[in-house]
């Protein structure tokens, strides 16, 4: 199994990366690992749909108005 492990700062283990097709076969193989999945799923609420669908629609309509994250950071780092 290639595992990744994920450190913190400090070294610390604090994860661990399951490649997509070796975590299918684990769930195939450990079926309570899919019913686990599936309890712990969040949905989002109609709220916080409803919230991304009308920042998506903005940026599509209005892309003139979208600055580039990297020169933003850039500047704001500039004026500290």
Same mark, same amino acid.
């Given at each position: ?23 299918? =076969?684990?769930?195939?193989? @450990?079926?309570?690992? /899919? ?8 949905? !989002? ?8 669908? =009308?920042?998506?629609?903005? @940026?599509?309509?209005? /892309? ?8 933003? !950071? ?7």
């Amino acid at each position: 199994m290639a595992l990744q492990f994920i450190h913190d700062i400090k070294g610390n283990t604090t994860g661990v990366f399951i490649p997509i097709e070796e975590w299918q =076969d684990l769930k195939t193989k @450990y079926t309570d690992l /899919q019913k686990e999945e599936a309890e712990n799923t969040a949905e !989002l609420a109609p709220w916080q749909k409803q919230v991304i669908d =009308d920042r998506l629609n903005d @940026y599509y309509n209005n /892309q003139e108005d979208v600055s580039d994250f990297d020169k933003t !950071l850039d500047d704001v780092e500039k004026n500290l």
